[in-house]
């Protein structure tokens, strides 16, 4: 659904009654986890089909109040957003890509037929925030401000149609390790359950996807390992991707492959940014389809040294060990390459103002 092109908005603060006290607050940055702790604001734009977008605030966090026939809560008109905010090695703070993450936000939005935000908009939603609560950055070593960007359909009704009103929000979380095993590598379990169809909802970031992998994500950590990997719907043989991640695949001769974005497959930012460095590298980067089989020969040959993967939330995770019904086997030495260290190394450098950006990613705010 295209929307109205909005002026530029003011936002308005409302002052928090009772932010969290700097001891509760330290406490909470020295071992933020993930996702479980919030900072003291979020950000909150309406629109509706006579305003377009209007009444931009930066409100106390707390809860929502929604009336009990809200779209969202009967048709899952609903989308979001995952990226971060990194303290710089000078001291400032900055974004990465997050015109990328506006632009897959309206991808999403076109396929749930939801209004789409000014990509401007949105970025600057995204800044307000970070600048109102730039002293919630966790303490901790690798430690960032996670940022969450969503919108639901808010309009009252009960008939099976796109909604008439939204409501865009975006909250903040200090961020640690994403992983909790404190494994070198992740092991993974191959699931039988299917994450996306063609034609379906697979390259869009909405929640309906992650709630239908939560039942073999539980199966996957039943069973010792850390995520669950999903394979394509039709035949039941091709490598897709994780519950949450892509996948790249690296071999002996320095080449790298990862599943090609086929509308089936969630096209990752991070994934769209270690193909330009592996590049950059020299490295041939190939998108093409990769059989489970194939992937286990070519482990068993030595033919694939490494295997890791990439998202937001946990950069860049070497794969261990890979887990099914007709048994497991292991990538390299089960633990992390030097290719997935390397990669990650210059990922974070330039996310963090330690290295040179020439893509101009990274985005300084303050």
């Known amino acids: 659904m295209a929307t109205t092109a909005a002026p530029a908005l003011t936002f308005t603060r409302v002052p928090h009654p009772a932010p969290a006290a700097a001891e509760v607050r330290a406490q909470v940055l020295a071992n933020p986890g993930f996702g479980t702790k919030f900072s003291d604001h979020m950000v909150s734009i309406d629109w509706t089909e006579a305003e377009g977008w209007h009444n931009a605030q930066i409100l106390p966090y707390g809860p929502i109040a929604l009336d009990p026939a809200a779209a969202v809560l009967h048709y899952a008109q609903e989308i979001f957003e995952g990226l971060k905010a990194y303290r710089l090695a000078d001291g400032g703070i900055a974004l990465f890509r997050p015109e990328a993450n506006a632009a897959r936000f309206n991808a999403s939005a076109r396929r749930l037929a ?68 404190g494994s070198p590598a992740v092991s993974i379990w191959v699931s039988d ?17 992650y709630a239908a992998s939560l039942v073999p994500t539980a199966e996957a950590f039943a069973r010792g390992h850390d995520q669950v990997l999903f394979l394509d719907a039709a035949e039941h043989k091709w490598i897709e991707e994780l519950g949450g991640m892509n996948l790249f695949f690296a071999f002996d001769d320095g080449s790298i492959l990862t599943p090609p974005l086929s509308g ?103």
């Open 114 to 181: 939801m209004a789409e935000i000014p990509e401007a908009l949105f970025v600057e939603a995204v800044e307000q925030l970070v600048l109102a609560d730039r002293d919630w950055f966790p303490t901790v070593e690798g430690g960032s401000l996670y940022l969450r960007p969503f919108m639901f359909a808010s309009e009252a009704f009960l008939g099976v149609r796109p909604a008439k009103t939204y409501r865009f929000m975006v909250i903040a979380s200090p961020a640690g390790n994403y992983f909790k095993s």
């Open 193 to 209: 359950y299917t994450r996306a169809a063609p034609g379906g909802t697979g390259a869009a970031k909405c929640g309906g996807n």
């Open 264 to 366: 089936t497959i969630l096209p990752g930012i991070t994934r769209e940014s270690l193909i330009a460095l592996a590049r950059e590298e020299g490295l041939t980067v190939r998108e093409e389809r990769y059989s489970l089989d194939q992937w286990r020969a070519d482990a068993a040959s030595g033919k694939l040294v490494e295997t890791f993967a990439c998202g937001t939330a946990a950069v860049v995770t070497p794969v261990g060990k890979v887990a099914d019904h007709n048994g497991e086997f292991v990538i390299g030495s089960g633990g992390p390459g030097q290719l997935t260290q390397k990669l990650r190394q210059r990922l974070v450098a330039i996310q963090r103002g330690e290295a040179a950006d020439s893509h101009g990613w990274v985005k300084q705010i303050a």
